[in-house]
């Protein structure tokens, strides 16, 4: 669960946004709302006394009537709890993604064990029926049912066998293991926890209002709401304070 939560799918997604959250905060930081602006103009001017140039320079510094360096910092920050939330709810996804393939991987291997003592089983009522033919007790047909579940078995095997390959590759992609690393299943499915079902509602209730879903959804809503907030500052009037040279 651990190495599921640190690279398991999904994980590296949600958390390519949190290297540019730094960037962003000091972007936001800035306390002009737009860089300084600029203008030149400059031709010929015409006159009785003729043709001089006419040039005029201007620098002009915009200040926003309202807090939007606020509302940028706010919103920033919203989106780096709702960059956290999402990391966190990735973790916890790939957590039980891998939980659900170590146990369908474990129900496989257990599965393929029983198919395997069933075709052991299944040889060894061919071979029984042989000597019943053979000795004249049985017909020729129980010799032939008995092969005919011997086959069922051994395709039954077969299929186990592939079950437990896709159940192994699940589990594979889930804690993001190499193809050629070996895995090996520990554990026990009939493990029974009677404490663990007993406390399992009081559990769910105690720990509903840190769901990572719930905590993401909060942040959504959060992120919203900054949203709303620079929107009205971006779009408030500006103060612009500047100098013009002129000859």
């Avoid at 730094?22 to 306390?31: K, T």
């Amino acid at each position: 669960l651990e190495r599921a939560s640190a690279v398991g799918p999904g994980v590296a997604v949600a958390s390519a946004g949190t290297s540019a959250l730094s960037a962003a905060r000091d972007a936001a930081g800035q306390r002009l709302p737009s860089p300084p602006n600029v203008t030149l103009a400059a031709g010929p001017r015409i006159g009785a006394s003729g043709t001089s140039l006419d040039l005029q320079v201007g620098v002009y510094v915009p200040f926003s009537i309202r807090d939007l360096r606020g509302a940028r910092t706010r919103s920033v920050d919203a989106m780096r709890q709702g960059t956290h939330a999402d990391v966190e709810r990735a973790r916890s996804d790939a957590g039980l993604r891998a939980a659900l393939a170590w146990a369908h991987a474990l129900e496989a291997r257990e599965i393929l064990a029983v198919r395997q003592a069933t075709l052991e089983r299944a040889e060894e009522l061919v071979t029984l029926a042989k000597r019943r033919v053979s000795s004249g007790v049985a017909r020729p047909s129980e010799l032939a049912m008995a092969s005919g579940d011997r086959a069922f078995a051994s395709a039954s095997v077969l299929d186990a066998e592939g079950a437990e390959v896709d159940a192994l590759v699940e589990l594979r992609v889930a804690i993001g293991a190499a193809p050629g690393e070996k895995l090996r299943l520990d554990g026990d499915l009939s493990l029974e926890l009677p404490e663990a079902h007993a406390r399992a509602r009081a559990w769910a209730a105690e720990n509903l209002g840190h769901n990572p879903a719930l905590k993401a959804a909060q942040a959504r809503a959060s992120t919203a709401r900054a949203e709303v907030v620079l929107a009205h500052a971006s779009s408030g009037p500006t103060l612009s304070v500047g100098a013009m040279f002129a000859r």
